[in-house]
């Protein structure tokens, strides 16, 4: 089985910066797309960042200049290097990969959340 632990989130104030990290274990051949969505209460998830396997980027407009998704291959580990934040940007933030299992097992795994609030 596989697991994406988070790591990285809390409380900043506006203007700050966090950086979340998840690391991928188990049962792990390789890792294609990794992504990072948000969800903050009363509203739809959304996409925020991804990155291929190849390493191309995509951001939202929202958060486009700001936060940076990297990946870590060797390390299994993709991070989320968020500067300039605001106030919106308060939400629960889920790592996403895409993972072929050593069972042959291509499947997509979700971190449990990790809470970013942004406030004076």
């Known amino acids: 089985q596989v697991q994406l632990v988070e790591s990285g989130g809390g409380l900043v104030q506006p203007g700050g910066s966090l950086r979340l990290s998840c690391a991928a274990s188990?049962?792990?051949?390789?890792?294609?797309?990794m992504a990072w969505y948000r969800q903050a209460p009363g509203k739809e998830r959304e996409l925020v960042a991804a990155?291929?396997?190849?390493?191309?980027?995509g951001y939202a407009d929202s958060v486009k200049g700001r936060f940076t998704i990297s990946r870590d291959n060797a390390e299994n580990t993709q991070y989320l290097q968020m500067n300039s934040l605001k106030p919106e940007d308060t939400s629960v933030y889920y790592c996403?990969?895409?993972?072929?299992?050593?069972?042959?097992?291509?499947?997509?795994?979700w971190g449990q959340g990790t809470q970013v609030t942004v406030s004076s």
């Open positions: 990155i291929t396997g190849r390493g191309s980027t």
């Open positions: 996403n990969a895409d993972v072929l299992t050593t069972g042959h097992r291509y499947s997509t795994f």
């Open positions: 188990g049962s792990i051949f390789s890792i294609n797309n």
